[in-house]
Nanobody
Framework: VQLVESGGGLVQAGGSLRLSCAASGSTFSINAMGWYRQAPGKQRELVAGITKGGSSTNYADSVKGRFTISRDNAKNTMYLQMNRLKPEDTAVYYC?????????WGQGTQVTVSS
């Protein structure tokens, strides 16, 4: 499965962005998926996850109440709506399966939040 992330950019603190993850292949709908992020000098971390059918989601404490993960299996696409962004949300954002990232990582999409 090839994963392509998009939608990042530069935004002021308090702003919003919507990320997309487009997956190739026919296995997208049978996998739980997640959004990960990696800030400079830090390890990659999981920030949000969603079950294969989309009925259940979970979030890291740092983004709970601000980020919303969703997916459209008919389009093989997953989304991350990010509201009330903070400078500490600055990172490269990636998508992959959860709980174990089994696919080759995509190029990610850079999110930069200015204060």
């Amino acid at each position: 499965v090839q994963l392509v992330e998009s939608g990042g950019g530069l935004v002021q603190a308090g702003g919003s962005l919507r990320l997309s993850c487009a997956a190739s292949g026919s296995t997208f709908s049978i996998n739980a998926m997640g959004w990960y992020r990696q800030a400079p000098g830090k390890q990659r971390e999981l920030v949000a996850g969603i079950t294969k059918g989309g009925s259940s989601t979970n979030y890291a404490d740092s983004v709970k109440g601000r980020f919303t993960i969703s997916r459209d299996n008919a389009k093989n696409t997953m989304y991350l709506q990010m509201n009330r962004l903070k400078p500490e949300d600055t990172a490269v954002y990636y998508c992959n399966t959860i709980p174990i990232p089994r696919n080759t990582w995509g190029q990610g999409t850079q999110v930069t939040v200015s204060s």
